[in-house]
């Protein structure tokens, strides 16, 4: 019996994956006169202003983003806070007529300057009863907290997509959803990205969260905007992929933690 390394074994296995999504995409042309080049998209572009103990602000959608996502790219942004310092940032960008406007986040976040330190993908049961899954990557960087002293933060990043009628967490099962629908269902989706993060603010202030109890505010919160954000219909298929305290120092967490859709945060030199 021939033994294949497991690099080797990944290597075959994203290939076929390839292999297929080629096959996919070439009858999808094929059949592309009789495919809906329109279709009603599975999100609802506004957060709400309240999230239990959560109160939102709106973001606007900055320079860079503008310049770099189509004209017709929708985005929605909204930075959430409560009384006793914690901070979640939550976005959604719904793709137009092009589709660059959806793409994986680690594409721009080393671009942002946060390293990636492991991902995995986390079911989350949402306050109406589904349950869908979102990929977590834990990212950090090296932030001033003043008097000319930095430390690495870490922050989670959570995010999915939403068409019309599935979710998943995964780009590859996204792009062959995209392929597989046009050819069978003849409907092209109309993605959109939805994304929450939060940053690990223990050692930052007082009282700041470790790793574990970040992920469970955000899991909570995400149980929460899921029914508001996402159309019923989506549920209709569900794709799985399956420190000590040291007091407040000068950190901005809504500021240092912010992730912005491509390119480059405004603190890197430019606005992505």
């Known amino acids: 019996m ?3 390394p497991t690099n080797s074994r990944s290597l075959v296995v994203r290939i076929g994956v390839v292999f ?3 096959i996919v995409t070439a009858l999808a042309f094929h059949f592309s006169a009789v495919i809906n080049s329109s279709t009603e998209s599975g999100v609802v572009m506004e957060f709400p202003e309240r999230v239990g103990g ?3 602000k709106q973001s606007e959608a900055s320079e860079g983003e503008k310049f770099v996502l189509p004209k017709d790219t929708e985005i929605a942004k909204m ?3 409560n009384g006793v310092g914690d901070v979640l940032n939550a976005q959604i960008v719904l793709a137009g007529a092009e589709k660059r406007s959806i793409h994986r986040p680690e594409l721009c976040l080393p671009a942002q300057g946060w390293s990636i330190n492991g991902r995995e993908t986390v079911p989350v049961k949402l306050a109406d009863g589904r349950t869908i899954s979102y990929m977590k990557d834990t990212i950090s960087r090296t932030v001033d907290v003043g008097n000319g002293v930095t430390k690495p933060l870490t922050s989670l990043y959570c995010y999915w997509f939403v068409g019309n009628g599935a979710s998943t967490p995964s780009h590859l099962m996204r792009l062959f959803l995209t392929s597989w629908d046009r050819v069978v269902h003849h409907k092209n989706h109309r993605w959109a990205y939805v994304a929450v993060s939060a940053p690990v603010l223990e050692g930052f202030t007082r009282n700041g969260k470790n790793a574990e109890a970040t992920q469970k505010m955000i899991d909570e919160f995400i149980a929460e905007i899921g029914p508001v954000v996402m159309k019923v219909n989506h549920a209709k298929r569900v794709s799985k992929s399956q420190s000590s305290d040291v007091g407040d120092q000068s950190l901005d967490p809504s500021s240092v933690s912010k992730v912005e859709i491509g390119g480059r ?3 890197a030199g430019h606005s992505n």
Do not use: K, N
Request: no cysteine; proline share 7%.
């Open 265 to 267: 945060t405004p603190d």
């Open 79 to 81: 930075v959430y806070s």
């Open 2 to 4: 021939t033994f294949i």
């Open 20 to 22: 297929v999504l080629v």
């Open 54 to 56: 959560f109160s939102g």
